[in-house]
């Protein structure tokens, strides 16, 4: 979108270092409590299985997380014309039929938010996705969510912050309550 023939940055979403911290943290907790387990005296087989496989499920994720932090890519970019998520792809402004604010409760005392982006065709973006997303989208719609969740966790931003931004790039977006 260009604002008086001048064409708008884009803007970049980046997960929090926090949060990335934080993850590299609990892989550490995992591998030292695995490597506990293994090294303990007269462990039962279960407990020395689960403490053996703690031990590499640890150090893939810290492995994982601290890629993501060394080399930071953003989560979300919002350009004029359309978004680009890193896991969900690319989608034009004209693919975006609306957006809203979606909070599930994930225990008894938490919630988690997430931006949801409705699409005028959902087939189209089925055909251009990963057999992964593919399958994790057509289970979100089937459980009665929407096709694209952008986890507020991830964007480094407020759901409400990110949709004021997409309303700013395409200012006709439908956004639902």
Known sequence: MTAGGVAQPATFYYPTILRSVSMIGLSV?????GVWIVLSD???????????LCIPLGLCAGLFM??????RKPEL???????????SGRFTWDEVAHARIFVQRTSAFSTMRYV??????PQAYFARSSRRIRLLAKLNQKLGYGTVNLPESML?????????AMRHYRPTLRILP
């Open 116 to 121: 949801q982006l409705g699409l005028h065709d």
């Open 156 to 164: 480094g931003a407020s759901a409400e912050q990110v949709l004021t």
């Open 66 to 71: 601290v890629g993501r932090l060394i080399w």
């Open 29 to 33: 907790v995992f591998i030292a409590l």
């Open 77 to 87: 970019v919002l350009t004029g014309d359309g978004l680009d998520h890193r896991q």
């Open 42 to 52: 007269d462990v039962p087989l279960v407990p020395l299985i689960a403490g053996v």
